[in-house]
Antibody, heavy 120, light 106 residues
Framework: QVQLQESGPGLVKPSETLSLTCTVS????????WSWIRQPAGKGLEWIGR???????NYNPSLKSRVTMSVDTSKNQFSLKLSSVTAADTAVYYC??????????????WGQGTLVTVSS | SYELTQPPSVSVSPGQTARITCSGD??????AYWYQQKPGQAPVLVIY???ERPSGIPERFSGSSSGTTVTLTISGVQAEDEADYYC?????????FGGGTKLTVL
């Protein structure tokens, strides 16, 4: 059974960079896409982006200028960096495994989520 | 820009049938997926490829597609089905979620 676990600071100051890591267990990170998704309190889900284990990425156009994703296959981990954060970036951040049918992508395994608050 | 539109809320009594719709211009060309999210929990995939049910998901969950609208149907709703439901699909830019529908079991 694949399991994902997010880790990183729960509090980030405005204008700084949010950094999170997702550790995958129970299976190899290789040959899959992996995604980050966030959810502000009381609101819906927002896709942030995805990364393949080769390092190729696709980002949400609304966040693209501030997002960087990376993958470390030796550690079975992938990471998210979101720069120049504001209070609007306060949310629960989920990591998820991406499966696909052709060019149709979906999320079959999710982490439990981690709350990141942007505040001074 | 491309959007997926869901009703904010649906209410049904136990044992009745709940139908949650999701509309989007790209849905005739792209598969839709449905997730159930209970408070404080991560979303769980309940329907993939418009109408397929993952293993472990009760048979009362089904999906269908017609034109620009996909529908999640929950037959014989139980109290435990009360949750937020999100549709998800894709456009040329990436992946998109609907705004979510809160299912209330009266």
């Amino acid at each position: 059974q694949v399991q994902l676990q997010e880790s990183g600071p729960g509090l980030v100051k405005p204008s700084e960079t949010l950094s999170l890591t997702c550790t995958v267990s129970g299976g190899s990170i290789s040959s899959y896409y992996w995604s980050w998704i966030r959810q502000p309190a009381g609101k819906g889900l927002e896709w942030i982006g995805r990364i393949f284990t080769s390092g190729s990425t696709n980002y949400n156009p609304s966040l693209k200028s501030r997002v960087t994703m990376s993958v470390d296959t030796s550690k079975n981990q992938f990471s998210l960096k979101l720069s120049s954060v504001t209070a609007a970036d306060t949310a629960v951040y989920y990591c998820a495994r991406v499966s696909r049918f052709g060019d149709s992508y979906y999320f079959d395994y999710w982490g439990q989520g981690t709350l990141v608050t942007v505040s001074s | 820009s491309y959007e997926l539109t869901q009703p904010p809320s649906v209410s049904v009594s136990p044992g009745q049938t709940a139908r949650i719709t999701c509309s989007g211009d790209a849905l005739p060309k792209q598969y839709a997926y449905w997730y159930q999210q209970k408070p404080g929990q991560a979303p769980v995939l309940v329907i993939y490829k418009d109408s397929e049910r993952p293993s472990g998901i009760p048979e009362r969950f089904s999906g269908s597609s017609s034109g620009t609208t996909v529908t999640l149907t929950i037959s014989g709703v139980q109290a435990e089905d009360e949750a937020d439901y999100y549709c998800q699909s894709a456009d040329s830019s990436g992946t998109l979620f609907g705004g979510g529908t809160k299912l209330t079991v009266l």
